[in-house]
């Protein structure tokens, strides 16, 4: 007699994944997904796709999924949170699409405490353009707009997205994550389900910062590119729990 050891989660369509091999989207929308169908939120909860690598993000989730223009999704979700208050809303951006153009998006939303939850895929990289320099990209970090890789001098140093948006009194949790093996992704989980389950007591704003590998970009193969961001992206963006207050 066959066991089933193992089934797709509820949260996710039967649909193809068109990202490349090695990218960490599908770990995370796997994450969501399973922590949606946990909560029983699949046939209510709206999510809010971002324009980059995971703009069909919609094709895969089997929740009501919108589309926003590039780096509005929080205020998109700022709209449909307010006017549907009790069910969870996400959005699920990746570095280029909050970090730059929707930067003033995501601070103000964080600023405002609204009532949803982010999930922020950190690859340090524009990934669905062809590899130019993000926000989060790491200092001597090689991308096609940085050929010779990025420099404190001319760009900036890298963005802590994370830390940034913790000075605000409306973000009520954040933690990065990682998902390079089990056990991090275990975490990473752990603190998917928090960030919704905080949401759905709505205390605030909560964050899921996700350090994911990009080999296409990096100019890498998987195993290579999962070694890199352990060595390379952990040390500037160390894991754990950046925030989490409790609401009187």
Same mark, same amino acid.
């Given at each position: 007699?066959?066991?089933?050891?193992?089934?797709?989660?509820?949260?996710? =369509?039967?649909?193809?994944?068109?990202?490349?091999?090695?990218?960490?989207?599908?770990? +995370?929308? &796997?994450?969501?997904?399973?922590?949606?169908?946990?909560?029983?939120? +699949?046939?209510?909860?709206?999510?809010?796709?971002?324009? $980059?690598?995971?703009?069909?993000?919609?094709?895969?989730?089997?929740?009501?999924?919108?589309?926003?223009?590039?780096?509005?999704?929080?205020?998109?979700?700022?709209?449909?949170?307010?006017? /549907?208050?009790?069910?969870?809303?996400?959005?699920? =951006?990746?570095?280029?699409?909050?970090?730059?153009?929707?930067?003033?998006?995501?601070? /103000?939303?964080?600023?405002?405490?609204?009532?949803?939850?982010?999930?922020?895929?950190?690859?340090?990289?524009?990934?669905?353009?062809? $590899? =130019?320099?993000?926000?989060?990209?790491?200092?001597?970090?090689?991308?096609?707009?940085?050929?010779?890789?990025? !420099?404190?001098? =001319?760009? $900036?140093?890298?963005?802590?997205?994370?830390?940034?948006?913790?000075?605000?009194? $409306?973000?009520?949790?954040?933690?990065?994550?990682?998902?390079?093996?089990?056990?991090?992704?275990?975490?990473?989980?752990?603190?998917? &389900? &928090?960030?919704?389950?905080?949401?759905?007591?709505?205390?605030?704003?909560?964050?899921?910062?996700?350090?994911?590998?990009?080999? !296409?970009?990096?100019?890498?193969?998987?195993?290579?590119?999962?070694?890199?961001?352990?060595?390379?992206?952990?040390?500037?963006?160390?894991?754990? +729990?950046?925030?989490?207050?409790?609401?009187?």
């Amino acid at each position: 007699m066959r066991k089933t050891i193992y089934e797709k989660s509820t949260g996710l =369509q039967d649909t193809e994944l068109h990202y490349c091999p090695g990218c960490s989207h599908g770990i +995370v929308h &796997k994450l969501v997904a399973e922590t949606l169908a946990e909560m029983n939120a +699949v046939e209510t909860a709206i999510g809010v796709c971002p324009v $980059g690598c995971s703009v069909f993000a919609g094709n895969y989730f089997a929740c009501d999924m919108i589309e926003a223009a590039h780096g509005r999704a929080p205020a998109v979700a700022t709209a449909v949170k307010r006017t /549907h208050p009790e069910v969870p809303v996400f959005t699920y =951006q990746g570095d280029g699409d909050l970090a730059s153009i929707g930067a003033a998006e995501i601070v /103000h939303a964080a600023m405002r405490g609204e009532k949803f939850t982010t999930i922020f895929i950190n690859n340090a990289i524009y990934g669905m353009t062809g $590899g =130019q320099m993000a926000p989060t990209t790491l200092i001597g970090q090689r991308a096609t707009t940085a050929p010779s890789g990025r !420099t404190a001098e =001319q760009a $900036g140093n890298p963005m802590r997205v994370s830390e940034m948006l913790a000075t605000l009194d $409306g973000l009520v949790y954040a933690e990065r994550v990682c998902v390079t093996d089990i056990s991090h992704l275990m975490k990473a989980k752990r603190a998917i &389900k &928090k960030a919704f389950t905080r949401q759905m007591n709505n205390d605030g704003f909560t964050f899921v910062e996700v350090l994911c590998s990009c080999p !296409t970009n990096w100019g890498m193969d998987i195993k290579e590119a999962n070694e890199w961001l352990i060595s390379h992206m952990i040390p500037y963006y160390p894991l754990g +729990v950046i925030k989490d207050v409790e609401v009187p």
